[in-house]
T-cell receptor
Framework: EAGVAQSPRYKIIEKRQSVAFWCNPI?????LYWYQQILGQGPKLLIQ????????DSQLPKDRFSAERLKGVDSTLKIQPAKLEDSAVYLC??????????FGPGTRLTVT | DQQVKQNSPSLSVQEGRISILNCDYT??????FLWYKKYPAEGPTFLIS?????DKNEDGRFTVFLNKSAKHLSLHIVPSQPGDSAVYFC??????????????FGKGTKLSVIP
């Protein structure tokens, strides 16, 4: 069974530029999560989807971050415009009927 | 307000000995607890979990203990192996509606197993 796929793996941009991350969850997993992990911290949930609907986006900075999950499968997370403090690893995870979440390798974003 | 706390940023253990990683939580609504292992440049990998109705769960070399009254859990690795060297995250789960769950993570403990 293929795991959670994410791309790109690394991205370097200048502040005020925009960036997008892509995630393909494990086949059949209805729930998809985006996390932000700042160096030295644990992952922090940004947004949770159930199929193609948003369950919780209370911690998503909506003035600059947006996410969508079209057709209840793939998802994209966008930042526009980026700030220096957005430098982090962005992790995508998915889950099926169980509580365990399965993570992709992450995208390391550096904002200069 | 940190709801899941891992107070030891790092831990070094000799190969073959026991590794004990600790985690404390503050939210009484948490009903499921998980441990994840993370290698550099990889995403976290699920390791073991425990429901709040149990006090122990075992899987091979890994055992998780839960003390609900103390709001404390620990992960024991016996015997420790060099390949266990990684960052270990404690996570706690609460229902988030529509039959799905959210995880709150601690900051992690970096385990180094010395050959």
């Amino acid at each position: 069974e293929a795991g959670v796929a994410q791309s790109p793996r690394y991205k370097i941009i200048e502040k005020r530029q925009s960036v997008a991350f892509w995630c393909n969850p494990i086949s059949g997993h209805a729930t998809l999560y985006w996390y932000q992990q700042i160096l030295g911290q644990g992952p922090k949930l940004l947004i949770q989807f159930q199929n193609n609907g948003v369950v919780d986006d209370s911690q998503l900075p909506k003035d600059r971050f947006s996410a969508e999950r079209l057709k209840g499968v793939d998802s994209t997370l966008k930042i526009q415009p980026a700030k220096l403090e957005d430098s982090a690893v962005y992790l995508c995870a998915s889950s099926g009927t169980g509580i365990e979440q399965y993570f992709g390798p992450g995208t390391r974003l550096t904002v200069t | 307000d940190q709801q899941v706390k891992q107070n030891s940023p790092s831990l070094s253990v000799q190969e073959g000995r026991i590794s004990i990683l600790n985690c404390d939580y503050t939210n009484s609504m948490f009903d499921y607890f998980l441990w994840y292992k993370k290698y550099p440049a990889e995403g976290p990998t699920f390791l073991i979990s425990i429901s709040s109705i149990k006090d122990k769960n075992e899987d091979g070399r890994f055992t998780v203990f839960l003390n609900k009254s103390a709001k404390h859990l620990s992960l024991h690795i016996v015997p420790s192996q060099p390949g266990d060297s990684a960052v270990y995250f404690c996570a706690a789960s609460a229902a988030s509606g529509a039959g799905s769950y959210q995880l709150t993570f601690g900051k992690g403990t970096k385990l180094s197993v010395i050959p």
